[in-house]
């Protein structure tokens, strides 16, 4: 190798830092002008300066000092000019420093005309933001250089000090009480002159609004409800996902899951709960499922007017009550979930073959598969044995019998081939008939292929009875389950017996199935849309749990045995109306529902349209018309969201600072904070949220606006032995920390949740409750919910009669 030439892994890199020294941008003309225009001028002209400059903007040191000693002279209410100002230098034994009186009466002499002030300043001021950037960005790199902590900390710390320098406003810093005493009675005089009680944002809430003056500027605020989104389950309870069933211990966040209705769904949030007690839950069709007693459920009660969220120990407690016992229902699923890969053999046929009872009486498997493809082909769909023995085995029609079925005269023909092999690849053939199933690719089929599957079932081996339900007789009890579980998966019901008879040939098991309405064309008479109603809860021991938050717009998801199971109203409604009605600008970040979710209840409580009218698209025409006119109310506010999940509180401070940078920033919300993640290096949650808790506070003194964060309670609240449900401080959950930082903390409370037994026109009345105000009173204020809206109002608006 060449000796001059250097290798390139031996070239030590040069730092930023060893730059060669220049002259920090500066304009020395421009600063002469500025203190020679307030000499010309006299103190009139400095408050127009004061606004723009400091003195640390000057370069020169000699001008620095002029522009504090002027500073003081304007303080005392003194005059600013030539004779003042060389006397007040003189006392303070710094004349000689800036010059003499020789360099005062040259700023006189180069001074500019007073209208252009502004622009002399302007440029002082730019050149004294250059050098702070240079300075800021020096250190900056010296600390990515020396990377001694958290990258993440060290990116937050350089996007303050250059958002700082943007704002230029100037860095906390001890103040005399009298300058505060003088800004605090120029606010006072601006109030008395107002005569209005709100001082902050108002909420829209007239009482609250009396009660707290409105939100303030850099308050930190918690809104904190019962929880209404808790799902705990044992690690071992199975959650159907697009993919099928999953452990609820190998879920993680962002896994697609079915839903009740077909919408898409994701896992948000997962939320370990340690080993709890766990209770078995049962159902009037056999299905049951596992929980713990604070898990949350979506509940059709009698003469209610919209579906309940209780907790399972309530649950246990109603059904107690003799008017409940089998009237507490849950919603079913509808089926709209499943893959659409191709399937070996078509399902119509599967089920149908599967159903036939007189394979049941063959001696050998092969018989018995034998005998149930001759009859079910030859006797019941000379079409489709004609189409399977040519080994094109297309899907048969979703409902009923093959078109074309008729009797055949002869017996049955040999098993066709090409369903044979079909067979073999399911596993299906050479099993007896008491050893059957549903394969698990036909049960997590799309809903089509599912409804195929059980119209075959039901056309082969499925007798009417009563109340619309239809009775199925299997050889095996695996295939019972199995069928409990395809009409489960179809939002039907199924009930499993065994069936005894003193001939073996006889014995099997019965499934009597309360078929999907979709299942209910292949029949006529059968039954409508049905719930299944809680039966039972009943101890289970103790196990590992873990709760989850889900994307879907009802917080539902499918567990065990098809079981579906599931306080931002509240913020919202003070999001709108200050982006609404007060023109105010509005960030949300929404940690737990996705953006179009929120919008859509932000737009059905703007609208005042009943949200499960537009969840199912039953909309009348004023529907639509109130719909369009909401939408364009929220189309003109200026209400940012986003939805980002887990994010940390650094990444919550940027977003906040960006939007505070772009288009200014009147409120601040928050869903929720236990969702947010801390540094990873914390030793536990109580920590973590404590940390969380007291950047938030500090992000609201730093952006000077209200910051709104919501909070769960703990589940304490519901056990508590009083009876005495309404929430207080030491409700809040995971870390005392809350209570210490907030200035304002809100409790909601809904007595109806609690309490079966109160009046209609109380049904509705939520207390929001004033745990803490650190410059003002607690107490109790009562509003109106509106459930079908998820909106809140002013209780006066809204007479008793009228509920």
């Known amino acids: 190798m060449d000796a001059d030439v250097a290798c390139p892994r031996c070239v030590v890199p040069v730092s930023p830092l060893d730059i060669p020294a220049r002259i920090p941008p500066h304009n020395l003309d421009a600063e002469r002008a500025v203190l020679g225009a307030v000499l010309l001028e006299g103190r009139e002209t400095l408050p127009r300066v004061i606004e723009l400059l400091r003195p640390s903007d000057f370069y020169a040191e000699a001008h620095r000092i002029i522009y504090e000693t002027m500073l003081r002279l304007f303080d005392r209410g003194e005059p600013v000019d030539l004779i003042t100002l060389s006397e007040e230098l003189r006392r303070t034994g710094t004349l000689d420093a800036v010059g003499g009186p020789a360099a005062l009466a040259l700023l006189v002499e180069h001074a500019s005309i007073a209208a252009h002030l502004t622009a002399y300043a302007s440029i002082v001021r730019d050149m004294a933001v250059l050098r702070e950037l240079i300075q800021t960005s020096t250190q900056i790199i010296a600390q990515a250089f020396e990377a001694k902590e958290d990258v993440q900390a060290l990116v937050d710390d350089a996007e303050r000090r250059i958002f700082g320098l943007a704002e230029r406003r100037l860095e906390g810093s001890a103040l005399p009480v009298g300058k505060i005493l003088k800004n605090t009675f120029e606010y006072i005089e601006r109030l008395y002159e107002r005569k209005e009680h709100v001082t902050g944002l108002a909420t829209g809430f007239e009482k609250l609004d009396q009660e707290t003056s409105g939100l303030q500027p850099a308050d930190f605020i918690i809104i904190a409800g019962r929880p209404s989104m808790g799902k705990a389950q044992p690690l071992d309870a199975r959650v159907l996902t697009v993919r099928g069933w999953m452990r609820m211990g190998e879920l993680r966040v962002g896994d697609a899951l079915a839903s009740v209705d077909g919408r898409p769904s994701r896992v948000r949030a997962i939320f370990p709960q340690g080993v709890q007690p766990i209770y078995r839950v049962t159902f009037s069709d056999g299905r049951a499922t596992h929980c713990t007693a604070d898990h949350l459920w979506r509940v059709h009660g009698p003469g209610w007017r919209a579906p309940r969220t209780l907790t399972t120990a309530r649950v246990a407690a109603l059904l107690a009550v003799p008017r409940y016992r089998g009237r507490l229902r849950i919603d079913v699923p509808s089926g709209a979930f499943g893959h659409r890969e191709p399937l070996p053999l078509a399902p119509w046929l599967l089920g149908a073959l599967l159903a036939d009872r007189r394979a049941a009486r063959r001696r050998t498997p092969a018989a018995a598969w034998a005998a149930a493809l001759g009859v079910v082909t030859a006797r019941r769909a000379p079409a489709l044995a004609a189409a399977a023995a040519g080994g094109a085995l297309t899907p048969a029609p979703v409902t009923g019998e093959p078109a074309g079925a008729a009797p055949a005269a002869g017996g049955s023909p040999p098993a066709p081939p090409a369903a044979v092999r079909a067979l073999r690849e399911l596993g299906l053939w050479g099993r007896p008939p008491a050893d059957w199933f549903i394969p698990e690719r036909y049960l997590g089929a799309a809903r089509e292929a599912r409804q195929a599957l059980l119209d075959g079932l039901l056309a082969t081996g499925g007798r009417g009875a009563r109340a619309g339900r239809v009775r199925l007789v299997v050889a ?90 599931h306080n931002t109203a509240f913020a919202l409604n003070i999001a709108q109306y200050v982006g609404v009605q007060l023109g105010g600008k509005v960030l949300i970040l929404s940690l737990e529902m996705s953006a179009p979710q929120l919008v859509q209840r932000m737009l059905c409580s703007e609208a005042k349209v009943d949200s499960q009218a537009v969840r199912t698209g039953r909309l009348s025409p004023a529907d639509w018309h109130r719909l369009t006119a909401a939408a364009g109310r929220l189309s003109e506010a200026a209400i940012f969201i986003d939805d980002s999940p887990g994010l940390t509180v650094l990444e919550a401070r940027a977003k906040a600072r960006r939007m505070k940078a772009e288009h200014g920033l009147d409120l601040l919300v928050i869903d929720y904070l236990q969702l947010m993640r801390g540094r990873a290096n914390l030793e536990s949650r109580q920590q973590e949220i404590s940390e969380i808790s007291r950047s938030l506070k500090a992000l609201a003194k730093e952006l000077h606006v209200p910051v709104v964060a919501l909070s769960q309670l703990s589940r304490a609240v519901e056990s508590r032995a009083t009876r005495d449900y309404r929430p207080q401080l030491s409700d809040l959950r995971e870390s005392g920390a809350l209570e210490q930082d907030a200035d304002l903390i809100l409790f909601l409370y809904r007595p109806a949740v609690y309490k079966d037994d109160l009046p209609p026109d109380e049904q509705n009345i939520t207390e929001v409750i004033i745990g803490k105000q650190r410059n003002g009173p607690v107490g109790t204020v009562k509003v109106v919910f509106l459930p079908q809206y998820a909106r809140f109002e002013n209780l006066a608006e809204f007479p008793r009669a009228a509920f």
């Open 476 to 565: 095996g009890e695996r295939l019972a389950r199995d069928v409990a579980a395809l009409v489960r998966s179809l939002g039907g019901g199924c009930a499993v017996r065994p069936r005894r008879a003193k001939d073996a040939t006889a014995r099997g098991w019965v499934c009597r199935i309360r078929p999907p309405a979709a299942a209910g064309r292949a029949r006529p008479g059968l039954a409508a849309p049905w719930r299944p109603a809680f039966v039972s809860v009943e101890p289970a021991g103790v196990a590992a749990t873990q709760c989850i938050a889900v994307t879907h717009p009802s917080g539902l998801y499918i567990t065990d045995d098809y079981v579906v199971t």
